[in-house]
């Protein structure tokens, strides 16, 4: 991607396009570093770990873009039955993100008690709390733990492994 964010420059692209491609450059080059630590034996454990993880994970990340939609989409239906100077969602993919951000922890509760709803609002906002935050957030815990397990009991033969 470097020789094209190259080529690009020399051209002289307009910088507001051409900064994107180089953050996400960046951030690949930096990705790539995980390759190289695979070399020590300290830190071959580790990446071991980290692509494990990442290979154990794509079923529950799944089950959590499931819970992030419906749960969005419910706020936004209950956004929506407000008047339009007190929704507190704008769109879908706003709705979706405000779901996401419930899941991570950060709450924006202030236009609840002017909604037309409220106590049904609050239902679903506890409810998406459960289920996002504390239940599918401690399964990952647990998947994590057993990809962690799993990677620990074969260490000393990965270290060969990932050293070829």
Same mark, same amino acid.
């Given at each position: 991607?470097? $020789? ?15 900064? $994107? +491609? ?34 154990? &994970? ?5 089950? @959590?873009?499931?819970g992030?939609? !419906? ?19 704008? !769109?879908?993919?706003?709705?979706? @993100?405000?779901?996401?951000? &419930?899941t991570? !922890?950060? #709450?924006?509760?202030?236009?609840? $008690?002017?909604?037309?709803? $409220?106590? #049904? +609002?609050?239902?679903?906002?506890? @409810?998406?709390? +459960?289920?996002?935050? &504390?239940? +599918? ?5 647990? &998947?994590? !733990?057993?990809? #962690? ?13 990932e050293?070829?």
């Amino acid at each position: 991607m470097t $020789p094209l964010i190259i080529i690009l420059d020399i051209f002289k692209v307009n910088e507001r396009t051409l900064r $994107p +491609l180089i953050a996400i450059d960046i951030l690949i080059t930096y990705l790539r570093f995980f390759y190289f630590l695979r070399i020590f034996d300290n830190s071959s454990h580790l990446v071991r770990i980290i692509v494990e993880i990442s290979s154990d &994970i794509k079923y529950f990340l799944a089950v @959590l873009w499931i819970g992030v939609v !419906g749960f969005g989409v419910s706020f936004f239906v209950l956004s929506n039955n407000n008047d339009d100077d007190k929704q507190f969602i704008d !769109g879908f993919l706003e709705s979706i @993100l405000y779901s996401y951000r &419930i899941t991570i !922890g950060d #709450f924006a509760l202030d236009d609840y $008690p002017s909604s037309t709803n $409220p106590a #049904f +609002l609050w239902v679903i906002f506890i @409810l998406a709390t +459960l289920f996002s935050m &504390i239940i +599918l957030l401690n399964m990952l815990v647990a &998947i994590m !733990g057993d990809s #962690f397990n799993r990677v620990t009991e074969c260490q000393d033969s990965q270290k060969v492994r990932e050293h070829l």
